[in-house]
């Protein structure tokens, strides 16, 4: 198999590497979003995997029991865990991202608990206090973790792993610098594949993965010039490539993005602290996410400069012609953030195509017209 | 518009000191103009996120957005306020209160003053904004949003709770620390507003008088145990407002006492809301459907009473321990034990505090049957309402039922649809009171 293949079967059977790896006596923990530090799960000597939903399964079972005006993401996770498609966590954890996932925490637990339920409280404010407080919330969950597993932390085995997870990332932040060409030689379909595979598979798996797949890209052809547009993707939960897909199908380029399931997860490293558990606290707390919220800072004009200054960067060192946001519907963070962030990229002469969606393949066929006429328009 | 602003929203009130109430709403817009006028300062602000004492120890002038908001349905006029929102690019499904102050902020701007013929003489411009995370996301995003429309100094603070599973000799001093620390650089944050020191004997009288009101509202809610009802739950959604917009003032305290001494007087007297009362109904959770408040009048002519509620509670007394000698550490150990008050309870049966506090309600307050109302554009206080309805079924067994609509938006709600709900669960309240 090719590596492509490769990372085409983990992407297409998510749970299929964990459940093998349970079968052979390890420990599968599963969370949500991007506020669960891994390193802290595998130097316990367990696999984390990061929950994901289906945009091609319908949501049925769920509806019994979580409202439809819940994440549709949040909703999928928990109607494949009503369906047993989850039987194989040992472990359920969930930070509170936003009143979704906190809320959810509580009825997965009741109705399709784990041998192991946590949940971890994330400061939605920055500062100091946030970050002692969250320090204090990750030691707590080390202790639980502990003594579900049986194993103490060591200093050590926390340094090692935070080593690998910041190898990954560098890694993939080597992936993305072949994003840079035009026209790249990576799809914005491919790379969400390779991350997408990633957060179901060990981290030491997951970097052999892409070191291989960081020499096939290389050793591609140059593609011909095309003249395409070159996309920035700003939303949540893309966790299934149909609509990059379909944005890349409209004739377009997405060559770097700002998701859940993308930069925001992997970009910033964790910094080598004397205490470990502090450059934890830095790198998550850190997450750029619409749920944390950035302390104001002078007047509008400043505050939008501190708030999204790197996604402008973003766009500019990638050469982006066009943001698209894709918003996961019922997510109020994100609603309120949009508008904002569409100011300030407009301002920055960055044109925006604002799309708030179901989270759900077949209705994505519906969102073509609109982003065709939104690259006829960057053209 | 005409047609739906002429429409009734309001309920028959049960008591004659609950109608004393829209005065005190009043005096709320009033109150913040004059302060404006006066040199004072006036916050916007998020009701419930335990840092009202600091506000008044501070005089700083209460403005709550979200009152405003379902102020605005009350009187029917929301939609120019949404629709306002939603074109300046806000969502159709985030959260109405939200979209209606931000749709009020941006037509201010736009026109250079207060919308005509706003409710209640409308908002005036604060000079701060001061969100919280406490009940859900959108408090503490929506003051950054609206950053847009009006420039002023915006702060906001967590309010943490542990979830129910937490040990809580393990996370009880990580929390009131942090909780601490968070009151603490709000006071900052208002010094450097007001140019003042805050004073710590007035945060104690304001503390003083929070408490006081509080508890004088809490003994009220149990003089409702009566049967006749002496007080229905649309009183409450009123009455709320002294303790809510009205924390740490001795306006509350009063408001209380006397609202106590006439419950009182009709529980005594046995002096009911209604001729007949059949069934006593909870209302189990989710925001009052503000727009068509005498919904509960609807109820009534069935001999359905609503005798007591879920919402707009949660500061039911509490005991922080006697070694607390700071203000700030107060309301700090005040917060934590208010979220976690029933957090024993859960943990030794349902692991669920709602349901604990809701069976609590049902044995207590002699209840036949559990409404709830979903919110369409509140997840914070829908998300959970089916869930808690099926645990409430495992422990016991009585007819409930979900109404859906929004606290606002009145665009996809049908009155057809809820009497014909309304109808059903009547029938099923029927059903078991033949078979008991
Ligand atoms: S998309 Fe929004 S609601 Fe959904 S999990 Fe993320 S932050 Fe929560
Ligand atoms: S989402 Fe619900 S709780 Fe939050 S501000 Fe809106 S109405 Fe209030």
Not at chain 1, 157 to 163: G, N, P, Q, V
Not at chain 1, 324 to 332: G, H, K, L, P, T
Not at chain 2, 57 to 74: H, K, R, S
Not at chain 2, 398 to 409: A, G, I, K, R
Request: charged share 25%; proline share 6%; hydrophobic share 40%.
């Amino acid at each position: 198999m090719s590596i492509v293949q490769q990372i085409e079967a983990i992407y297409a059977n998510r749970g299929g590497r964990a459940r093998e790896l349970r079968r052979a006596g390890e420990k599968i923990i599963g969370y949500f979003c991007c506020f669960v530090p891994d390193e802290i799960i595998t130097a316990l000597g367990m696999v984390p995997f990061r929950i994901q939903g289906s945009q091609s399964e319908p949501i049925d079972e769920a509806d019994a029991l979580l409202e439809p005006m819940a994440c549709p993401f949040a909703r999928s996770c928990f109607n494949m865990a009503l369906k047993g498609q989850y039987e194989f966590l040992d472990g359920f954890v969930a930070p509170h991202s936003c009143d979704t996932i906190e809320r959810m925490y509580h009825i997965w637990r009741s109705n399709t608990p784990s041998p192991f339920n946590h949940f971890i409280n994330v400061p939605h404010m920055l500062g100091p206090s946030s970050s002692e407080f969250y320090k204090n919330e990750l030691r707590y969950f080390v202790t639980c973790l502990e003594e579900f597993s049986g194993r103490k932390l060591e200093t050590e085995k926390l340094r090692e792993s935070i080593r690998l997870y910041n190898r990954r990332g560098a890694l993939l932040r080597e992936l993305y610098e072949l994003r840079k060409q035009d026209p790249p030689r990576v799809s914005g379909t491919e790379i969400t594949q390779v991350l997408v595979a990633g957060m179901g598979v060990p981290a030491a798996e997951h970097i052999d993965l892409v070191q291989a797949f960081i020499e096939e890209v290389k050793n591609r052809p140059a593609p011909a010039p095309d003249g395409l547009p070159r996309i920035f993707l700003w939303g949540n939960e893309i966790d299934d490539v149909a609509f990059i897909q379909l944005v890349e199908a409209c004739g377009a380029h997405v060559v770097m993005d700002d998701l859940c399931t993308g930069t925001r997860f992997f970009w910033e490293a964790v910094p080598e602290t004397d205490d470990p558990l502090d450059g934890l606290v830095q790198k998550y707390l850190g997450t750029h996410c619409p749920r944390s919220l950035t302390p104001q800072v002078g007047a509008r004009a400043e505050d939008l400069e501190n708030r999204f200054s790197y996604i402008r960067r973003f766009a500019a060192d990638w050469k982006a012609q066009g943001a698209i946001f894709y918003i996961v519907r019922y997510c109020d963070t994100c609603e309120l953030e949009g508008p904002d962030l569409k100011e300030y990229l407009l301002k920055h002469k960055l044109p925006v195509l604002m799309i708030e969606d179901d989270y759900s393949t077949a209705t994505i066929g519906q969102l073509r017209t609109r982003i065709q006429a939104f690259l006829e328009m960057i053209a | 518009m005409d047609a739906t602003r002429q429409a009734k929203t309001t309920a028959v009130k049960g008591t004659h000191t609950a109608r004393e109430v829209r005065p005190l709403v009043k005096n709320i817009y009033q109150s913040a103009h004059e302060a404006k006028q006066n040199g004072r300062k006036v916050a916007y602000m998020m009701v419930a996120s335990h840092y009202d004492e600091i506000l008044r120890a501070m005089d700083i002038v209460p403005l709550p957005t979200e009152n405003y908001a379902g102020l605005c349905a009350a009187k029917r006029d929301m939609d120019r306020f949404l629709l306002k929102a939603e074109a300046d690019g806000y969502s159709q499904v985030l959260c109405s209160y939200a979209r209606i102050g931000l749709g009020f902020d941006s037509l201010r701007k736009e026109l250079g003053r207060i919308p005509d013929n706003s409710p209640d003489g409308g908002m005036p411009l604060p000079d701060m904004m001061l969100g919280s995370s406490a009940v859900c996301d959108p408090r503490f995003k929506w003051y950054q949003a609206a950053s847009r429309y009006l420039e002023v100094p915006t702060f906001s603070i967590d309010v943490v709770a542990p979830p129910p599973q937490a040990d809580l000799n393990q996370v009880r001093d990580h929390y009131i620390r942090y909780q601490r620390a968070q009151f603490q650089g709000l006071i900052e944050f208002l010094e450097k507003q007001t140019h003042q020191k805050m004073d710590k004997e007035r945060l104690w009288e304001a503390i003083r008088l929070g408490d006081q009101a509080w508890r004088l509202w809490h003994d009220i809610d149990r003089l409702r145990v009566a049967v006749p009802s002496p007080m229905p739950s649309q009183d409450h959604f009123s009455i709320m407002v002294a303790g809510h917009y009205y924390t740490g003032t001795q306006t509350a305290v009063d408001f209380y006492q006397k609202l106590y001494d006439e419950v009182k007087y009709k529980a005594e007297h046995k002096i009911g809301v209604i001729a007949e009362e059949k069934y006593r109904i909870l209302y189990g959770g989710g925001l009052p459907p503000w727009h068509t408040l005498w919904i509960f009048n609807y109820f009534e002519s069935f001999g359905a009473l609503f005798a007591i509620e879920n919402v707009y509670r949660g500061f039911d007394p509490v005991e922080v321990p006697a070694h607390i000698q700071d203000p700030v550490d107060y309301l700090a150990w005040r917060a934590f034990l208010r979220a976690t008050r029933y957090h024993e309870k859960a943990r030794a049966r349902s692991g669920n505090p709602t349901v604990e506090k809701l069976l609590g309600l049902i044995a207590d307050y002699a209840i036949d049957g559990v409404v709830f109302h979903a919110c369409r554009s509140c997840r914070a206080t829908t998300i959970g309402q089916t869930h808690i309805k099926s645990e409430l079924g495992k422990y016991c067994d009585l007819p409930m039922m979900q109404l859906v609509s929004d606290m606002v938006d009145l665009r996809d709600y049908s009155e057809a649809q809820w009497k014909a709900q309304i109808g059903a669960f009547m029938e099923a309240l029927a059903a078991r009171d033949g078979s008991k």
